[in-house]
Structure formats: C-alpha cells, structure tokens
Antibody, heavy 121, light 107 residues
Framework: QVQLQESGPGLVKPSETLSLTCAVSGYSISSGYYWGWIRQPPGKGLEWIGCIYHSGSTYYNPSLKSRVTISVDTSKNQFSLKLNSVTAADTAVYYC??????????????WGQGTLVTVSS | DIQMTQSPSSVSASVGDRVTITCRASQGISSWLVWYQQKPGKAPKILIYAASTLQSGVPSRFSGSGSGTDFTLTISSLQPEDFATYYCQQTNSFPYTFGQGTKLEIK
C-alpha cells in the first residue's frame, strides 16, 4: 500500500517561500507514476497545483506557474513543492498525491493527510 | 484550461434517497473524469475514475456515467456515511481541474 506524508513549516511570512516535502512509502518513486500537489483554502474547493513524472517532467497550473517548482529526490523517495512570493491567498491545506496515470485512465488515487500552511507575519 | 461546472452546489437529502450530481466540462474530455468524496478534515477519496469505473472497495451504490462534456454521479440509496462533499475532476489534460464541489447534507 502506497502511503504519502507531507511535512514542512505550518507558518510562512508574506513574500517568503513555502516549502513542503512529501515522503512516499510502499512504492519507489523512480519506478513510475505522476506525483502531484493539490491545495484547499479553508472552507473552499480543491485546486490542482502541479505534478512531476518519475522521470522529472513537470506540469504546473498556469495560474501558479511563475511561482511554483516541483522536484523529486529519488534517493530519499520523496518529492517537494516550492511556492515563492506567498501571500495570504496561499493559506491552505496542501496535499500530496499519487496519480497512476495510464493510457486509459488517471486520477489521484493515494493522498497524504494534508498539512495546513498559514501565510501571516 | 478546461473548466468544470458542478451542480447543484449543495443538496439536502434523507437516508435511503437517490441523489444525482452533475458535472459539465467546458470542452470534450472523453471519459477522463474522476469523482472524489471528501469528509471534513480528511483528504479526498477517489470513488470513480474513467467516468464510470468504480474504485476498488467503493460501495456499489455509487455509480458514474457520461462522456464528452456531461457526467453524472449517482448514489442509489444514501447511507449516513455518504454525507460529504463531492468533487469532479478532469484528467484529460494538464492542468487538471476540479469542479467547485457539491455538499451533500442531511435533510
């Protein structure tokens, strides 16, 4: 069973960089699949941030593309999210997830528990 | 980007009722449509992928249909544990996009 666990600071100051890591267990990231980040502002809906393929190819939401970087560290079996120049609008629960996309289907099958990141001075 | 529009945004129903939630894509997405259930304080859980394929372990009272631009999620007989928020998501192309969610409440 694949398990994902987000970690990182719960409080980030405005204009600084939000950095989160997702540790994966039960599966080797280097073996395949897409690995993504999703966020959910308090009381609101889900927003897809972006994902990285096991080979390193990245795909980002155009609304965040100028501020987002997703990377993978296969030696630690984890992937990371960096979002720079944050504002209060970036306050949200951040989830990491696995997408076992194939030629026939795709979806976020396994999710981390989520971590709340608050942007405030 | 492909826009996903869900309706209704909220619905009240009773245990045993049949409920249908719809999702419309702004352009054709074939069957690249996923449904999730989210309970308060929890991560979303995948229910249906490829528009109509039930994820392993999901009760058969959940079903999905549609292709192209119009999709539906049906719960045939509501159970107490089904009261939650439901989201559709297109996975036809990046960026993936979600519907705004449908909150299913107890009447």
């Amino acid at each position: 069973q694949v398990q994902l666990q987000e970690s990182g600071p719960g409080l980030v100051k405005p204009s600084e960089t939000l950095s989160l890591t997702c540790a994966v267990s039960g599966y080797s990231i280097s073996s395949g699949y897409y690995w993504g980040w999703i966020r959910q502002p308090p009381g609101k809906g889900l927003e897809w941030i972006g994902c990285i393929y096991h080979s390193g190819s990245t795909y980002y939401n155009p609304s965040l593309k100028s501020r987002v970087t997703i990377s993978v560290d296969t030696s630690k079996n984890q992937f990371s999210l960096k979002l720079n120049s944050v504002t209060a609008a970036d306050t949200a629960v951040y989830y990491c997830a696995r997408d076992p996309r194939t030629v026939a289907a795709a979806g976020l099958l396994d999710w981390g528990q989520g971590t709340l990141v608050t942007v405030s001075s | 980007d492909i826009q996903m529009t869900q309706s209704p945004s909220s619905v009240s129903a009773s245990v045993g009722d049949r409920v249908t939630i719809t999702c419309r894509a702004s352009q054709g997405i074939s069957s690249w449509l996923v449904w999730y259930q989210q309970k308060p304080g929890k991560a979303p859980k995948i229910l249906i992928y490829a528009a109509s394929t039930l994820q392993s372990g999901v009760p058969s009272r959940f079903s999905g249909s549609g292709s192209g631009t119009d999709f539906t999620l049906t719960i045939s007989s509501l159970q107490p544990e089904d009261f939650a928020t439901y989201y559709c998501q297109q996975t036809n192309s990046f960026p993936y996009t979600f519907g705004q969610g449908t909150k299913l409440e107890i009447k």
